[in-house]
Each structure stands twice: as C-alpha cells, then as structure tokens.
C-alpha cells in the first residue's frame, strides 16, 4: 500500500527549487519503508500490511516485534526461539550496571534512557558489526533491555527492591512486575500487551527519521538509537501523555468544560488532541478509549476517564479535533500504576521494537540522508576589518 501522508517530525528529501519548501518536510518523503503506512483519511494504521485492529489485542508485542525485525509474524516455533534472545538479552551489561544508581540520581527519566542505551552499546557484543544478523541480535538485545532499564531506573531514584525478570513472563508482564512490585493480574497484561502493540511502530515520525539519518551514515545501531531516544525526549513529539495526565489531575472534576474552553479561548493548546497525518480518529486511540474505560472501571475510581470524556466531547465541539494516541495512553497507563514522569519512556519500550526494525531496514538499502535547504541569509556582504566594524 502506498504511504499517503507523512507524520510530525518527517524530513528528508528535496522539493524543486522555484517551490518554496514545505515546513517541517511536510509530506516529503523521507524513504521507501516496508515496516509500516498510515492512511491519514480514512484513520488506518497497517504494520507490514497488518491493519493495526486486527493486531491490537490477537497478537502478542513479541510477535509484533519479530514481524517488524524479521519480516513475518513468527509460527510458534520462531516466536519460543525468539522469547528466548529477549529473556537472555534480559540482562543488563557490567558497564550499565555499575553507573545505573548513579545515572538515576542526576538524570530525569528520559535523559537518563538516553545514557543508558549509550552505556548499553559498550556492553554488547556486537558492538563492532553493522551486519544483517548482528543488528537483528542486537534488536533483540535492545527490545529486551529498554524495559528493564525504565524499571531499574526508576528502583534505583526511589531505593525501592525490584524483583528479578521472570522468565516465564511477557514482556508487558516483566515490566507491570517490576515497576509496581507485584504479580500483575491477568487482563491488566493483556491491556498493557496492547498499548504496547499499538505504539510499536507509525512511518517516519521525528525519532524514527532521527535513527535513520544516524543509520544512514552507516553508524551503529546503539548510536541510531540514541539519537531516537533523544528526540522522542522533546515535547513537541514524546511528552504529551505525561502533559494529559498533568492536565486531568491539575483540574476541578467538577469544572471540566468550563477549563477546557477557556484554555480554548486563550489560545492554550490542549495536549493529546489532533495530528499531523490522521484527519479523522486515530485508530490507537480507539483501542485506548476502551481499555481506559474498562480500568476505570476496575479501579473503582472512574474520574478520570469520565473527565477525559468529557475533555473529548468539548475539544471536538469547539475545534473539531479528534484525540490522538497520547491522550487515552495516559489514563492507561496511570490505573496500571506506572508513574506519571515514566509514561514517555514507556513509549520508548514499544518503540523500541519499530526504531530497531528502521535501522535494520536502513543498513540493508542504504543511501545518505542528506537533503538540501533554502537559504534565506543575506547575500553580496563584504568584509571589512574588525577595528572598521
């Protein structure tokens, strides 16, 4: 299926001279990607030409993972083989190890993701290879360790103890164990299975062309996702569910609407809502609303989804805007007990899967990313010698 719209943050190529560039490369097309497509019209998401709803909540992340590093969903077979490299690359390397309480106590979550992958590629063992079946080693590796970086980082900023990975467990499962200290119940892996799923991969958004622009210059892949790491750390593109939650616990339960449309009327953007692709609902957001609801409900305490719907029924009345994926994420995420400051680099968990695959991708047909600009400077200056200045 052809790619008919680009996502934020896209880049990449070059427009005719006598047009004027497009803004942010706004649908210039950045690279020919098999991994996945966007159809912004219709409200379609496609992994390997996968529509995401028949994935979301029938397949595991893992199989996911292996469709966008390996190229199929995996029989059973290939997926024991492939749980397998992830509980093995499960454990963290002696260099990460030795600096991760140190890391913890000076850096915020993301920043500290972003130096810990660093560390992490000194560890591996190969560190020195960009070929095919070294990177899909190292994919691996990458896929199994983010997890647990997020939830030994956030052990060692609070002192508290963290059990072990269970080999027996998902990966959705490992990280609810470790980041909340108990066994997660059944259906709350499930859900968190899915938010994984349904964040895995999406085009060429800012942190996948980051690590591509990185990969293209035949860098590593730990370096590639450093710069991914990086980029999703800024909040014009990873941040925004943290933002929604901060909003919901920020407001008066019983004021909703009234902020909302002051917010609306200052000019104040209400994070969560709208997209640079989809022009309909995001088909994520879909699955999150209802997840949302059904924790809410669980919970005993449905606040903040009721406030969240409520937040929805105003922002399109008055803007006709649809809520994007970040914006039910984040009452996901809070009624599962992952703390709020961690909701981005839970994005960076699934993530990771996608960003690898990119990389993957990008070595095995590679040409340098480098498109040109418009320079729009001063011309004919004449130099003139520092005393005359």
């Known amino acids: 299926m052809k790619q008919t719209s680009s996502s934020a943050g896209d880049s990449g190529g070059g427009t005719p001279r006598e047009d004027k560039p497009a ?54 077979e290939q997926l024991a083989d492939y749980g397998a490299e992830l509980t093995e690359g499960r454990t963290l390397g002696a260099l990460v190890e030795s600096h991760i309480s140190e890391i913890a106590a000076k850096q915020a979550p993301m920043e500290a993701l972003r130096t810990l992958v660093s560390l992490a590629g000194a560890d591996d063992p190969d560190k020195e290879s960009n070929a095919a079946d070294a990177n899909r080693r190292k994919a691996a590796r990458l896929t199994a360790q983010q997890p647990v970086l997020v939830a030994r980082y956030h052990a060692a900023r609070t002192g508290a103890d963290i059990p072990e990975p269970d080999p027996e467990l998902s990966t959705a499962a490992n990280f609810l164990l470790q980041i909340t200290g108990r066994r997660p119940e059944r259906r709350e892996v499930e859900i968190f299975d899915t938010c994984l799923v349904l964040h895995a991969d999406h085009t060429m958004n800012a942190s996948t062309f980051a690590a591509r622009v990185c990969a293209a210059t035949l860098s590593d892949m730990h370096s590639a996702i450093v710069a991914a790491v990086g980029t999703l750390k800024g909040p014009l593109h990873g941040g925004a569910n943290e933002q929604v939650m901060r909003t919901l616990e920020a407001l008066d339960p019983r004021g909703v609407a009234q902020a909302v449309r002051e917010k609306l009327a200052a000019g104040e ?80 968990v699934s993530r990771m899967s996608g960003w690898t695959a990119h990389v993957i991708e990008q070595h095995a047909d590679n040409r340098l990313i480098r498109p040109d600009s418009e320079y729009i400077g001063e011309r004919d200056q004449k130099w003139v010698p520092i005393d005359e200045r």
């Open 23 to 76: 803004k942010g490369l706004a649908d210039v097309v950045a690279a020919s990607t098999a991994l996945s497509d966007i159809d912004g019209r219709a409200g379609r998401l496609f992994y390997r030409g996968y529509d995401i709803h028949d994935l979301a909540g029938h397949v595991t992340f893992e199989e996911v993972a292996h469709l966008l590093q390996r190229g199929a969903l995996p029989t059973r």
């Open 269 to 348: 953007k209400i994070m969560g809502f709208g997209h640079r692709v989809y022009k309909t609902e995001d088909p994520r957001a879909t699955h999150l609303r209802r997840m949302s609801q059904e924790l809410a409900e669980a919970s005993g305490d449905d606040t903040y989804f009721r406030m969240s719907r409520e937040m929805e029924e105003v922002v399109f009345a008055d803007k006709h805007l649809y809520p994007n994926v970040d914006f039910y994420a984040a009452t996901v995420y809070h009624y599962l007990g992952i703390p709020t400051d961690l909701f981005t680099p839970v994005f960076s």
